[in-house]
Nanobody, 123 residues
C-alpha cells in the first residue's frame, strides 16, 4: 500500500514536499516513481529512483524537483521548488515490484499506486 500526503495550493514560485509512505514492501528494494496527471491529460512520469538511488526526471522538472527516499521510514519524497502553473495536477507515487534498476517511465509498468495528492499552482 502507498499513501501520499503533502499536496496543496501554492503560488507560482512556491514549494511543496510530497511524501509517500509504503507498507507491505520496502521502497529501497525497487524502482519507485512519481507521476502526475492533469485533467484531460495522460498520466506522465515526473521522477523515478532505483534501488541504488539513481534518479531520472522529466525535462520539465529538471533542476526544480528532487526525488529521494528514507529507508528507515520506508518513505518516498518529492521536493518541488519553483513551482509553475504547468505543475498543477494529481500526483501519484508508484512502485514497480519487478525492477531494481533502469526504472521505466510508463505507468503501466508500475503495479502499486497510491491514491494521489492534488497540487495546484496559481499566480
Amino acid at each position: 500500500q502507498l499513501v501520499e500526503t503533502g499536496g496543496g495550493s501554492v503560488q507560482t514560485g512556491g514549494s511543496l514536499r510530497l511524501s509517500c509512505v509504503a507498507s507491505g514492501f520496502t521502497v529501497v528494494n525497487y524502482c519507485m516513481g512519481w507521476f502526475r496527471q492533469s485533467p484531460g491529460q495522460e498520466r506522465e512520469a515526473v521522477a523515478t529512483i532505483d534501488r541504488d538511488g539513481n534518479t531520472n526526471y522529466a525535462d520539465s522538472v529538471k533542476g526544480r524537483f528532487t526525488v529521494s527516499k528514507d529507508n528507515a521510514k520506508n518513505t518516498l519524497f518529492l521536493q518541488m521548488n519553483s513551482l509553475k502553473s504547468g505543475d498543477t495536477g494529481m500526483y501519484y507515487c508508484a512502485a514497480d515490484l519487478v525492477r531494481i534498476k533502469y526504472c521505466p517511465e510508463t505507468p503501466y509498468e508500475y503495479s502499486q499506486w497510491g491514491q494521489g495528492t492534488q497540487v495546484t499552482v496559481s499566480s
